[in-house]
């Protein structure tokens, strides 16, 4: 009956590809991970972030990887293994076949675990199934930030599928803050940065500046500087951004983690286009 689930919720994506079979498989387990996570309390504990969160509460219509949390205040003792042993239980119930890879360490902030699998293939009814060799195996990676910078807000969203649970969720503000501090210090161009700021200056979604500020104080070229954001400061450090970046690489990085159908958007992309966006910003 679990399997089945899982085949009635792939059936109604429509894939048409390998590569979107792949990621609504991806899709579909990591909801179940979250569900799984919601019947321990892990969510009394961490906050759910990052682009999965957003596609998952938010409807943004690009594919995502990781499962990012972050305590809801910090605790270098936090253990993710015990969680690791519930959430394999739980998937098992599902026909996954887990590999658990476990990669924390007690003096490193971010704790990190890999679940992998590559018996569920075998079990659905796949219409992209490679003509030859072996399925590609899933694998999703979790990261709790066990050290995040103050000022975050939290608001409790909920899942119904494979089965009602609650997961506490950094709010819209909290999330834009945690872009804007990837796309300000991150040290390498990341289209699905850019393509996730589209998506909060179109909905005019306000910034909460003093997590953006923490965030800059803790981590990345203003580390130390207590810079005090605003949104004039904002507009001014992304346009110098967005001066440098090559759009070109932007829009190619981005490309498979769209559909088909918003390939044709991303010809927009270029300095101009961006700088509009940062018009928004409120």
């Not at 924390?104 to 902030?109: E, G, L, N, P, R």
């Not at 990190?112 to 293939?121: H, P, R």
């Not at 983690?257 to 928004?280: G, H, M, N, T, Y």
């Amino acid at each position: 009956m679990s399997v089945k689930m899982i085949q009635d919720r792939l059936d109604d994506y429509g894939c048409r590809s390998t590569l979107e079979e792949e990621q609504a498989l991806r899709e579909i387990t990591q909801e179940i991970v979250l569900a799984a996570l919601g019947r321990t309390d892990f969510f009394q504990k961490t906050a759910f972030q990052g682009g999965t969160c957003l596609r998952v509460f938010h409807g943004v219509n690009r594919f995502s990887e990781d499962l990012d949390f972050a305590l809801q205040s910090a605790d270098g003792s936090f253990v993710l293994k015990s969680y690791l042993v519930t959430l394999a239980r739980e998937l098992m119930a599902y026909g996954y076949d887990l590999e658990i890879d476990d990669r924390s360490k007690v003096d490193q902030a971010v704790r990190m675990a890999f679940v992998k699998d590559d018996s569920l293939g075998n079990l659905l009814r796949l219409n992209y199934k490679p003509a030859t060799g072996p399925s590609r195996k899933l694998r999703i990676k979790l990261e709790v930030d066990c050290d995040p910078p103050g000022g975050a807000s939290f608001e409790m969203k909920y899942l119904d599928f494979p089965f009602p649970s609650a997961v506490c969720t950094f709010d819209l503000p909290s999330l834009f803050a945690g872009k804007l501090h990837a796309l300000l210090c991150r040290e390498y161009l990341k289209g699905r940065d850019w393509y996730d700021f589209i998506w909060y200056t179109a909905r005019r979604i306000t910034i909460n500046h003093g997590l953006l500020s923490s965030a800059l104080t803790q981590m990345g070229p203003w580390k130390g500087r207590q810079i005090r954001t605003d949104r004039d400061w904002c507009v001014g450090q992304l346009k110098a951004k967005i001066e440098a970046a090559d759009w070109a690489q932007a829009r190619q990085d981005v490309r498979r983690f769209v559909k088909p159908i918003e390939l044709p958007s991303l010809d927009l992309w270029s300095r101009d286009f961006f700088v509009a966006q940062c018009a928004k910003l409120v």
